[in-house]
């Protein structure tokens, strides 16, 4: 195992820089998401790490060695990409032998590597099957048992679930965790789904053109977003963002409805300007009786009966807003609702540079 160190890495294509410095630290061990929306250069910069794309600028470290000049097979990675890329002529045994073979192991090595995958990959049934006999799931997890087999010192993972359907996801998400608990082996995991992202990372990194624009633990990245750009992105609803006027001194917001609620600690900063973002979650609203601090008042547009939870769809003046609430309560399209929501749960981000404030 290794840690893996990004110093200023930036890419460049011609005159187009598509990665504007990044500075990360994957500590030994760690299991490191980058998550964001399509072209915001999170598999360009995994591929930088894997040596398939050179990088413009900057120093890529895994262990205490400089990679920049390295070759991929040189850097003791293992990689598992969205395509399987398994050899349909050769049996599940073949394609995860196939690695160490080329490498001149040993066949007793080499058979005690690849059942010990099996095992724990739950394929020993299947070694002397084609990928053709497989299913979806069953290719991932041989993909990824090649990818053990050669007992790396980092996995790097480029959306490996997104040919998978919906359940089969959430069963892959599982085994992926299991497997890091179970190898502990250093992981850096590309995708652009936020349930995935959220439940197998213990740190993340959320990518927007080319900017690492917060790093953390999931937990902080959902309760204290860096930019509204991260407080959108995460989260599912993503958080209602309201344009608003700071009042009373900075102690209050109006909503475009005209109304207003009450700021939590202090309100708003000194140095900003009268504008500010507002951010509420769809799960911190609920629907009250009596006005208070941070009620307002919502027309309601659509109402979606999920079972456990109710989305609730309708606008605050001219800006939509979504709530998140309890299932088994019918709101009729039309009706108009009172939301509270607590004052320790708001978010203010400044309006021109979308910072936290």
């Known amino acids: 195992m290794a840690e893996v160190t990004l110093a200023g890495v930036r890419k460049s294509y011609s005159e187009l820089e598509v990665i504007h410095g990044v500075d990360l630290r994957i500590a030994d061990g760690e299991f490191v998401v980058i998550v964001g929306p399509s072209g915001c250069g999170k598999s360009t910069l995994l591929r930088m790490i894997a040596g398939l794309e050179r990088i413009s600028a900057g120093e890529i470290m895994i ?3 400089v990679v920049n000049e390295v070759e991929p097979g040189d850097r003791d990675i293992a ?7 398994l050899y349909p002529h050769m049996s599940v045994y073949d394609n995860m032998a196939y690695g160490l073979k080329i ?13 010990v995958a099996a095992e724990t990959l739950q394929l020993g049934d299947y070694l ?10 069953q290719r991932q997890r041989v993909a990824m ?10 996995f790097l993972f480029d959306e490996p679930l997104s040919n998978l359907d919906a359940k089969l996801r959430v069963q892959m998400r599982i085994e992926i965790k299991r497997l890091h608990r179970t190898f502990g082996v250093t992981s850096v995991y590309v995708t652009h789904d936020q349930v995935e992202a959220m439940t197998l990372a213990d740190r993340l990194v959320v990518m927007n053109s080319g900017v690492a624009e917060h790093v953390g633990t999931p937990m902080e990245v959902y309760e204290r977003p860096a930019t509204t750009f991260v407080a959108g992105f ?4 993503s958080m209602n963002l309201i344009e608003c006027q700071a009042v009373e001194g ?13 700021l939590p600690n202090g309100g708003v900063p000194d140095h900003a300007s009268g504008r500010v973002t507002l951010g509420i979650r769809p799960e911190h609203l609920s629907v009250v009786q009596e006005r208070g601090p941070e009620t307002f008042q919502v027309e309601v547009e659509i109402a979606e009966e999920l079972g456990a939870d109710t989305l609730v769809h309708g606008r605050l003046g001219d800006t939509p807003l979504t709530a998140r609430l309890p299932g088994g309560r019918h709101i009729a399209a039309g009706a108009s609702v009172l939301l ?3 004052a320790e749960l708001l978010h203010l981000f400044d309006s021109e540079s979308g910072r936290r404030l």
């Open 250 to 262: 900075g102690k209050a917001v109006r909503l475009p409805s005209g109304e207003t609620i009450a």
């Open 128 to 137: 002397q099957r084609k990928p053709r006999q497989l299913s979806g799931g």
């Open 340 to 342: 509270d929501t607590r």
């Open 103 to 115: 490498r001149g192991m040993s066949k007793a090595e080499i058979e005690a590597r690849v059942n």
């Open 79 to 85: 990689m598992v990409f969205q395509n399987y890329a």
């Open 145 to 154: 048992g090649r990818a053990i087999v050669r007992q790396p010192s980092v």
């Open 63 to 65: 262990g205490e060695r």
């Open 234 to 237: 995460i989260g599912s609803p």
